[in-house]
């Protein structure tokens, strides 16, 4: 009998020795982990002392440390630590940019959303990076963003109603998740699109930033009508690029669901009333624009009016990390004057009922096992989410910087 529990007692060793091993794999994803940590935000709410059982690629089973006493199954220590569901990031341009999906996932991002860049079905959350994309972004013939690159494979130009249609039906059939507009006549001081600053889309070798005095040609409201009909038939929502008046009246007329940026024009208090009633989501953004003279005053009132925010701070533009961004977590924070929870929230449960994946941005039983740790409580400072040194995609270590 002794030689035989010595012997489980070996086997346990060198399982918590594989385990522990830093950026180890060995974890085999079938088999049963506990991970264990002084804080476990689920996604709605933060808990002392608890753990998340994995099965299989999925939480089966979140409580505190203790009712897991008598659980057999490995078990990650990870003392006085945060963990956390993966971060999804709901404005990026990975493909597009050829931005390594792999770093992004190593920086805490376990999901991200590209809107504006080749179309594909869904894929990843397998130990891999899960993408989902808009595709090309529909706009008027020679729109932004063919005024910025000339003709280019992530645009989509539509002449009419019937173009529109068609356009939003073939994104769909090829996995559109989202279906992104462009309404965007230029000329925004600061705008990373202006031409003052470098923008993700202008490396192109066609890039045409310097031109100079610029009305680019924007949907006619039959036609974004159109696109927003189609889009809602088909269960997708609409989301514009938009950073002026003249784009947010279209947008806010034909009923558009999201704005892809926070505007960088201030915009007047009625159109920013009329976004909050007709409760459009705001996906941030807000580094990437600092340098816009309206936004700051945009979000603060926005959040006043009791408008959403969601968390994107547009991965692939040159001043935006790779991986978790947390000045944008901050300015949401500061400007938008969320509690740091909420902040969380956003960016993880909240967004995943966005995208409608069940569960997902949540450590709920049954929901996809995509988590984080970061040491330390990142409810009293954000910007440690930007070092995770434990990431899981769908149940497979990615990285594991802890030692036990
Ligand atoms: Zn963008």
Redesign the pocket.
């Known amino acids: 009998m002794k030689s035989q529990s010595s012997l489980k007692h070996c086997y346990r060793l060198l399982l918590v020795l594989l385990l522990t091993l830093p950026g180890s794999v060995a974890y085999a994803h079938d088999r049963n982990l506990l991970i264990a940590a002084a804080r476990v935000f689920d996604g709605y709410t933060l808990r002392s002392d608890a753990a998340v059982l994995i099965s299989e690629g999925k939480v089966v089973r979140i409580d505190s440390r203790e009712a897991f006493n008598d659980s057999d199954a490995p078990r990650l220590e990870l003392g006085d630590a945060t963990l956390l569901p993966g971060f999804i990031e709901l404005?990026?341009?990975l493909s597009y940019q050829h931005v390594p999906a792999d770093t992004v996932l190593r920086h805490g991002i376990t999901t991200v959303r590209d809107?504006?860049g080749p179309l594909h079905q869904p894929y990843g959350g397998d130990g891999s990076l899960r993408l989902m994309t808009s595709g090309p972004i529909i706009t008027a013939p020679a729109g932004y963003p063919i005024s910025n690159l000339g003709e280019t494979d992530i645009a989509m130009p539509v002449a009419d109603a019937q173009q529109a249609r068609q356009a939003v039906r073939k994104l769909v059939a090829g996995g559109a998740v989202v279906i992104k507009v462009a309404l965007e006549p230029g000329g925004e001081a600061g705008a990373p699109w202006s031409g003052g600053h470098t923008?993700?889309?202008s490396h192109a070798p066609h890039s045409k930033t310097h031109d100079k005095p610029r009305s680019w040609p924007m949907l006619a409201p039959a036609v974004l009508a159109a696109i927003v009909d189609e889009a809602h038939l088909l269960g997708r929502r609409v989301a514009a690029?938009l950073a002026e008046p003249k784009g947010a009246q279209l947008a806010l007329d034909a009923g558009v669901d999201e704005w892809?940026?926070a505007p960088c024009d201030s915009l007047p208090d009625a159109q920013l009333q009329r976004a909050a009633a007709q409760q459009v989501r705001i996906v941030g953004?807000i580094d990437?624009l600092s340098k816009c003279p309206g936004v700051s005053s945009n979000v603060r009132r926005l959040a006043e009016l009791g408008a959403e925010f969601l968390y994107g701070a547009?991965i692939?533009?040159p001043d935006i990390p790779w991986g978790i961004d947390g000045q944008e977590l901050l300015y949401l924070q500061h400007l938008a004057g969320m509690a740091p929870l909420d902040v969380l929230r956003t960016a993880t449960a909240k967004a995943g009922q966005y995208l409608n994946v069940p569960l997902l941005g949540s450590l709920l039983p049954g929901a996809p096992a995509d988590l984080i740790a970061v040491r330390g409580d990142p409810t009293q400072k954000l910007k440690l989410l930007e070092y995770p040194d434990l990431v899981m995609s769908g149940g497979k270590l990615i990285i594991n910087y802890f030692e036990n």
């Open positions: 404005h990026a341009h809107v504006g923008h993700a889309h690029h892809a940026h953004t990437t547009e692939a533009h």
